[in-house]
């Protein structure tokens, strides 16, 4: 939806709800199948903040201009100005629960994101080292350690690209 609307092919006030309807659909389901996971729940937390501070922005994730410098993409300060993306827009005095917003640079990432992210992120590894741990009766500590260092490679690598 990000890309169409960067293109032209939808319009912001369209594309933005839908997208983030269709994402909150769709993590909800995934969260309520896997709700024995506990990890989980730090997932949960992160995409009630996300949501809370879409909401609070008529629709839009705020991103801080400050943070965009610090993590080496102001840049696409430009894009946020114009309304070029259906997601997100470039906090000011305006927005509200600025604090939540994306206002954490990360700058060897070159990513800002929010408190939220930060949570949904801890709770993916959780989850990833439930994983890993689940049958740690028939592997050996050594067996154990390298599948856990491995999910947490796969991981890392996964953030990486997606930028």
Known sequence: MAYGTYRGLFPPEVAGPLAK????LLVGY???????LKSLYLVLLGLFLNTLVIFANGGHMPVSLAAL?????????GLLRTKGDAVHALLD????LPFLGDVIPLPPLRKVVSPGDLFILL????VVVEGALKGGIRLGRRALALRLLLYLAFVLALLTLRG
Do not use: D, K, S
Not at 30 to 36: D, P
Not at 69 to 77: L, M, S, T
């Open 30 to 36: 995934g969260l309520y199948q896997n709700r024995h």
């Open 123 to 126: 709770g993916i590894v959780g």
């Open 93 to 96: 005095e305006t927005t509200r």
């Open 69 to 77: 410098e610090r993590a080496g993409i102001a840049e696409f300060a």
């Open 21 to 24: 309807l269709l994402v909150l």
